[in-house]
């Protein structure tokens, strides 16, 4: 196998896949950015501010020899949602029923500035920036890059966001789905030094058709996102003045208005982001270019998987390298497992934005919420709630989604005949769960 790749994209996934193909591989890394080195410029021009970081992605990092003791002390642990309903009262829903179910708000850009840092510490990764790739011939070996030609050694992967220009090249068909939502930024401003919210919580404003959520940072500020329709009634579209957007937050957040006093200057300033789905019909071409992270895959942020599955990618690739002689077995194999998993996580992700902003209001959705994790108690092999089985293990997707559907038949079941687990009616849930569902070994 050719021990020189190209990388062209410096975001995440990009620079962690160098990392470990120099690292287990001695393979060395050509990588492009189309941005500049923020680094030097503090301009960071990635999306959101902060990510939720959790099992999947922590497992790469560690797998690169990054998450360490400092980098730790950069995230901070959110162990439920913190729910605000429309009157202002706030009441808590765990995500597990261990210490160690806890998802980490941690910044995008010092995640990605600690990646380039590993990445140039290597010595066997190259990075150019300012660099924007509008192209590849696989025919000549050329790569475009600032309209000019360039030849590459290697195979090229694709690590350049959902408008991936190598993802253009391979695929035959891009399906892009937007999901006529769209989402602003704002933030919660510190006060007297100190959170204002608690900090050890994922904040959520359900509101049916919409909702806010509030992500902490290490200045004691919170990131916050409003997501709703584009346009159409109670859609951004409808912000044409400062007293709508005013009267907007009385009626939906009220106590939205004295975290954020200055709430119409973040409506009218920050930029509208986009919310969609990309799905790539084919991810490699021959033995020359493969494709990873949101240049395949790119998802709605719903179970603030975006980041985890990109960079679990790597992970996963580059254990298929240790059983194959040839990048191209390489790169197919990796079509064929690992986009089952990615059309799963985006299902589930699509599905998990109805919870947030709609289920988590309704006391059926609790009961079972509840009821899930009593059932994990009792039969922790066999019932694992689909939150803990995406956040806290990394057991494939795609059995993820197939074990879900199983065990909300379960749940269903055992709400409508009122069984109870530890009641008379035990014998006859154990029966319910074991007939159903296999035994999983995912520790």
């Known amino acids: 196998m050719n021990k020189n790749v190209t990388i062209v994209g410096s975001g995440l996934a990009g620079p962690l896949l160098g990392i470990l193909l120099a690292q287990k591989y001695n393979i060395r890394s050509n990588m492009y950015e189309r941005n500049q080195d923020f680094r030097k410029t503090n301009k960071y021009s990635g999306r959101s501010i902060n990510l939720a970081l959790s099992e999947r992605g922590i497992n790469a990092l560690r797998e690169a020899r990054i998450y360490d003791s400092k980098f730790k002390k950069s995230l901070i642990p959110m162990f439920g949602r913190m729910i605000h309903d429309i009157d202002g009262k706030q009441s808590f829903q765990p995500y597990g029923n261990k210490k160690s179910h806890y998802i980490n708000s941690v910044s995008r850009s010092e995640i990605n500035r600690l990646l380039l840092d590993k990445a140039e510490s290597t010595q066997k990764i190259s990075i150019k920036f300012s660099s924007k790739c509008s192209g590849i ?3 000549n070996n050329k790569i475009m ?3 000019t030609t360039q030849v590459y050694n290697g195979p090229v992967f694709g690590a350049d966001g959902y408008k991936s220009a190598i993802a253009q090249k391979i695929s035959n068909h891009i399906k892009l789905t937007d999901i006529s939502h769209s989402y602003k930024e704002l933030t919660i401003q510190s006060k007297n030094n100190d959170f204002q919210l608690d900090p050890n919580s994922l904040h959520i404003w359900p509101r049916r058709n919409m909702m806010l959520i509030a992500l902490p940072n290490n200045d004691k500020t919170f990131t916050c996102t409003l997501f709703m329709k ?4 109670n859609s ?4 044409t003045d400062n007293d709508k957007i005013i009267n907007f937050f009385e009626k939906n957040f ?3 208005i004295d975290l954020i006093p200055n709430i119409c200057e973040y ?4 930029p509208l982001g986009r919310l969609i789905t990309i799905d790539v019909d084919k991810w490699y071409y021959k033995d020359q270019a493969c494709l990873i992270g949101d240049s395949a895959h790119a998802i709605v942020p719903f179970y603030g998987q975006g980041m985890n599955a990109s960079l679990e990618d790597c992970v996963k690739l580059c254990k298929l390298i240790d059983d194959a002689d040839n990048w191209e077995s390489v790169f197919y194999a990796f079509n064929q497992t690992r986009k089952l998993d990615a059309d799963a996580i985006s299902n589930l992700a699509l599905k998990n934005y109805v919870t947030m902003r709609d289920s988590v209001l309704d006391k059926d959705h609790i009961l079972k919420n509840e009821l899930s994790l009593k059932l994990m108690d009792l039969y922790p092999n066999y019932f694992i709630p689909e939150y ?3 956040s806290f293990t990394n057991i494939p997707y795609s059995i993820v989604q197939k074990r879900s559907k199983i065990q909300e038949k379960i749940l269903n079941d055992i709400v409508k005949k009122k069984y109870s687990p530890y009641e008379l009616q035990k014998e006859a849930v154990e029966k319910l769960i074991k007939s159903n569902l296999s035994r999983l070994d995912y520790a």
């Open 254 to 256: 009220i106590d939205i």
């Open 236 to 239: 951004f579209e409808s912000f």
């Open 137 to 139: 011939d696989f025919s």
């Open 230 to 233: 584009t346009k159409g009634k």
């Open 267 to 270: 409506i009218s300033k920050n």
């Open 388 to 390: 803990t089985m995406v």
């Open 145 to 147: 890059i600032n309209e």
